[in-house]
C-alpha cells in the first residue's frame, strides 16, 4: 500500500529543477556577509569581527559558494581587521586601540 504519490511526476521535477539549492544559497550569503563584516572590522570591533569574517568566509568556501571573489576578500579583510587589531596594540602597549 502506497500513500503518497511516486516523486517521478513531471510536475515536480520542472518545480524542484528551478529552485536553487539551499546550501548554495546560504554560502553566497555568507560570503557577502564575510565581506560586509571584514570591511566594517577595519574601524570598530575588530577584535571580534575580523575572526567572524574570516570563519564565515571559510565556511562559504568549503560549502562551494558562486561569489568565491567575496569570499576571498572577506577572508583576507578579516585577515586585516587581526593585523590592524595587533598594529595598534603595539603602538599604545595595551589590549585595544583608540585614536
Not at 555568507?30 to 570591511?39: D, E, H, Y
Not at 569574517?53 to 562551494?64: D, E, H, K
Request: a positive charge.
Amino acid at each position: 500500500m502506497q500513500l503518497t504519490a511516486p516523486a517521478t511526476s513531471s510536475t515536480t521535477t520542472t518545480a524542484n529543477a528551478a529552485v536553487k539549492p539551499t546550501g548554495r544559497r546560504d554560502a553566497d550569503g555568507m560570503a557577502v556577509a564575510s565581506f560586509i563584516l571584514g570591511l566594517v572590522g577595519l574601524l570598530v570591533l575588530n577584535v571580534f569581527l575580523g575572526p567572524i569574517a574570516i570563519a564565515l568566509a571559510g565556511v562559504a568556501l568549503w560549502r562551494g559558494t558562486a561569489r568565491r571573489g567575496r569570499a576571498f576578500l572577506g577572508l583576507g579583510l578579516g585577515i586585516a581587521d587581526l593585523l590592524v587589531l595587533v598594529a595598534f596594540m603595539q603602538l599604545d602597549n595595551t589590549v585595544s586601540w583608540s585614536f
